[in-house]
């Protein structure tokens, strides 16, 4: 089953636009949730996080909103750059489970065109 | 180079040979995990060390699969008797402790023929 999930399989900006990535969870006791960027033939890369204490945070271009009631959040890429055409997961940290087992959606390849 | 590195990166064998993976970690990182990442998928959690104790093992770990970390510095993962099943990405991470902040390798891929 999944536990988090990513709907979108691929979205495509102009450059300059917002991005805005969605992820769904249903877990109800995930209470850290990070986004990772992927380049092809690399591993993933940390972007940003965010605490279930919050519900923004943001770091430069990019934003991760939570709306916990919705068991949402929403990565925001303003302004977006052709350097972030890559692929994004959305992954969460279960409260009771062990410090870094994450779990991952199936990612969204977001192309970002000139 | 100071980040989590692994070999090979690609490894091409034929169903039933035994696979060994290596994982180099950040050096003044004590916690290990090795995922597994199938196309189409995102990771998914194998097994966690913390030093050289291996703490927590996923279900998706069968006995085929076995993962150490002597002396708590790099780890392996063998595969014994491999499958086609078990083509996929294998990603290593590392992290200090105090965060679940994961920093990746660039992945082994095994293709099994």
Known sequence: DQQVKQNSPSLSVQEGRISILNC??????????????????????FLISISSIKDKNE?????????????????????SQPGDSAVYFCAAQDRGSTLGRLYFGRGTQLTVWP | DTGVSQNPRHKITKRGQNVTFRCD???????????????????EFLTYF????????????SDRFSAERPKGSFSTLEIQRTEQGDSAMYLCASTPASTGEL???EGSRLTVL
């Open chain 2, 50 to 61: 913390q030093n050289e104790a291996q703490l927590e093992k996923s279900r998706l770990l």
């Open chain 2, 25 to 43: 970690p950040i050096s003044e990182h004590n916690r290990l995990y090795w995922y597994r990442q199938t196309l189409g998928q995102g990771p």
């Open chain 1, 59 to 79: 770091d430069g271009r990019f934003t991760v909103f939570l709306n916990k009631s919705a068991k949402h959040l929403s990565l925001h890429i303003v302004p």
């Open chain 1, 24 to 45: 769904d969870y249903t877990n109800s006791m995930f209470d850290y949730f990070l986004w990772y960027k992927k380049y092809p033939a690399e591993g993933p890369t």
């Open chain 2, 103 to 105: 920093f990746f390798g």
